[in-house]
């Protein structure tokens, strides 16, 4: 069995500081770990995906997630928050690379980037 | 039960020709939406309705058309012009209180 726990509802953070979106999943098999943003009335949007081949992921717009097994974690960062960050993210586990779209939906957590 | 109906499961198509895909859900949510995906992918964003009536483009719309005429039917029409069509497309609709509800998925290919 797969779930997914985003941690916070809401993030809150000052422009310029470092971003923390927590994400903790439970799997009984290797499972590849997706985080999707979704801005206001918009679409979903892939940020990164990890499929094993490096624990520390780079994805689009200075995001980055590491994932720790001994945590059964998958933090999505970014350093230096940017106005245009605020949106909704979610966390997403599968048991396939091609489906995460049956994979389990965290609850999604919403960032605030305050000027 | 509540959920999203994808039509056809299986789709082949001509070169030149147009298909639409369908998609209806009985979960009264505002907002739907259509996506892509590619092997080893995450979802791209092709349409989407926050409202009946009235669709966005996403982010890979050229070569796609929908129609919003029912809050429960949400159809994207693939075109001619849509130069490398084989892939399989997903619809979902989301409500204020819950998350995504993904229907089971069209797999399109050109023949």
């Known amino acids: 069995a797969q779930s997914v726990t985003q941690l916070d509802s809401h993030v809150s953070v000052s422009e310029g500081t470092p971003v923390l979106l927590r994400c903790n999943y439970s799997?009984?098999?290797?499972?590849?770990l997706f985080w999707y943003v979704q801005h206001p009335n918009k679409g979903l949007q892939l940020l990164l995906k990890?499929?094993?081949?490096?624990?520390l992921v780079k994805g689009i717009n200075g995001f980055e997630a590491e994932f720790k097994k001994s945590e059964t974690s998958f933090h999505l960062t970014k350093p230096s928050a940017h106005m245009s960050d605020a949106a909704e993210y979610f966390c997403?586990?599968?048991?396939?690379?091609?489906?995460?779209?049956?994979?389990?939906f965290g609850s999604g957590t919403r960032l605030l980037v305050r000027p | 039960d509540g959920g999203i109906t994808q039509s056809p499961k299986y789709l082949f198509r001509k070169e030149g020709q147009n298909v639409t895909l369908s998609c209806e859900q009985n979960?009264?949510?505002?907002?739907m939406y259509w996506y892509r995906q590619d092997p080893g992918q995450g979802l791209r964003l092709i349409y989407y309705?926050?409202?009946?009536?009235?669709?966005q483009k996403g982010d890979i719309a050229e070569g796609y058309s929908v129609s919003r005429e029912k809050k429960e039917s949400f159809p994207l029409t693939v075109t001619s012009a849509q130069k490398n069509p084989t892939a399989f497309y997903l619809c979902?609709?989301?409500?204020?209180?819950?998350?995504?509800?993904f229907g089971s998925g069209t797999r399109l290919t050109v023949v």
């Open positions: 979902a609709s989301k409500g204020n209180l819950h998350g995504y509800t």
């Open positions: 799997s009984s098999y290797s499972p590849s």
């Open positions: 990890y499929t094993s081949a490096a624990t």
């Open positions: 997403v586990v599968s048991a396939d690379l091609d489906s995460s779209y049956t994979g389990i």
């Open positions: 979960l009264n949510h505002d907002a």
């Open positions: 309705s926050q409202i009946v009536n009235d669709f």
